[in-house]
């Protein structure tokens, strides 16, 4: 049975892949499949993969079409999970950061209406040396 749940979850992981957003390439810096997660809230968080193939870089900021849009890191402090906002976040000399959830995460805060599967969130990713780096988020179910 769990030899049959590991297939279930690679079989799953592969097809929502399939559907998610494409790469987002500006110099040396990848943002790999960049999705959210269906919401009916006031808010909601992007998640990707950060991938830096050269030298050092610092993402600065995150704007969107919303009234507010920031990066956030989630943390466990004292048993309680609590989140943080960051004005920066370095990447690392060929390095890599997972923004994904229980991490750092993009935070979307002041929506008008939720979010649906296959919605498609415009944002764009400032960096330091790069520049500004244009991306959609894919709203995918929460698996």
Partial sequence: MELVMKYLVVALVM???????????????????????????RS???????TNDGPADIL?????????????ESLMQDGVMTMQHRTIVE??????????????????MGLDEGWAEGDEIEASL??????????KFVVIVRP
């Avoid at 909601?44 to 950060?50: E, K, N, R, V």
């Avoid at 990447?91 to 995460?105: A, S």
């Avoid at 400032?126 to 780096?133: E, I, P, S």
């Fill in 15 to 41: 097809i929502y892949s399939s559907v998610w957003a494409e790469d987002y390439k500006l110099g040396d810096i990848t943002v790999i499949e960049p999705f959210s997660y269906s919401t009916n809230g």
């Fill in 44 to 50: 909601g968080a992007g998640y990707f993969t950060l």
């Fill in 60 to 72: 600065m900021a995150v704007t969107a079409d919303f009234p507010r849009a920031m990066i956030h």
């Fill in 91 to 108: 990447v690392p000399e060929r390095g890599e950061i997972e923004f994904g959830p229980g991490g750092y995460h993009v935070m979307f």
């Fill in 126 to 135: 400032q960096f330091k040396n790069a520049g500004a780096l244009d991306i």
